[in-house]
């Protein structure tokens, strides 16, 4: 990744909390970078000419906004969440999994009403 121009100080982010050390080091850059995609990640203007949000239609393959590229280590919205935050700034893990607040996430997979489970025969 190379370093990119940004509009915020650094030290004054917003974005940025006060990571436990365990979570501070070898964490990447401070200062905004350009990812594989050619998106300024980190300047927190949101909007980048080379974005697919830019570009987005019926086409667009939402899994090429996947990865660690596409987040900044230090300056995210998400570490602004009390989950993030307790883990993050006091060492607290979650104390349940992640998911939408209102609506139900986890896959239907394991889910017989779902995917029923065909009932075995007795060979004759």
Known sequence: M???KGHDDSALDPFEIKFRPEFRDNRGPREPFVNASGVVIGDHDYASPNSPLEQWNDETDPSVMV???WVHPFKDIGFQT???RDWF???ILPSRPFGHPT???ASAIDD???FPVPEVLDEP
Request: no cysteine; glycine share 12%; hydrophobic share 5%.
């Open 2 to 4: 190379k370093p990119a």
């Open 67 to 69: 990865g660690e590229q």
């Open 82 to 84: 009390s989950e993030n």
């Open 89 to 91: 700034e006091r060492g």
């Open 103 to 105: 609506h139900e996430t």
């Open 112 to 114: 017989e009403d779902y």
